[in-house]
Nanobody, 119 residues
Framework: QVQLVESGGGLVQPGGSLRLSCAAS????????MSWFRQAPGKERELVAT????????NYAESVQGRFTISRDNNKNTLALRMNSLKPEDTAVYYC????????????WGQGTQVTVSS
C-alpha cells in the first residue's frame, strides 16, 4: 500500500533553516506529482510546493517563494523540502502528498511533521 513518511521537523529560531524529507513506497514514484502542504493551528491546509514527475517544473506558494526549495530523487523515491529564512508564520504541520500525474485519482497523504519557528 501507499506509504509516505515525513521526517526532519522540529523547533528552529526565526531566520534558521530546516530540511524535511519524505520517504515514499507502494507506488510508482516517478509517475506522481509530489507536493508539500502545511496546516497551521486554526487554518486550512495549504499547498506549499509541487514537483512534477521529472522534477522539471515546480510551483511554490507566494509566501515561501525564494525561501523554500522542493526536490525529488526518483531513484530513491524521496521528496525533500529545504526551508531557509524561516519565519514564525511558517509554523505548521507539514505534509507530504502524492497524486498521479497522468491518471485522475485520489491524493495520498503522510502523517505530517511539526515545524515550529520560535525564539
Amino acid at each position: 500500500q501507499v506509504q509516505l513518511v515525513e521526517s526532519g521537523g522540529g523547533l528552529v529560531q526565526p531566520g534558521g533553516s530546516l530540511r524535511l524529507s519524505c520517504a515514499a513506497s507502494g507506488f510508482t514514484f516517478s509517475a506522481y506529482d509530489m507536493s508539500w502542504f502545511r496546516q497551521a493551528p486554526g487554518k486550512e491546509r495549504e499547498l506549499v510546493a509541487t514537483s512534477t514527475p521529472t522534477g522539471g517544473a515546480t510551483n511554490y506558494a507566494e509566501s515561501v517563494q525564494g525561501r523554500f526549495t522542493i526536490s525529488r530523487d526518483n531513484n530513491k523515491n524521496t521528496l525533500a523540502l529545504r526551508m531557509n529564512s524561516l519565519k514564525p508564520e511558517d509554523t505548521a504541520v507539514y505534509y507530504c502528498s502524492a497524486r498521479h500525474a497522468y491518471i485522475l485519482g485520489r491524493r495520498y497523504w503522510g502523517q505530517g511533521t511539526q515545524v515550529t519557528v520560535s525564539s
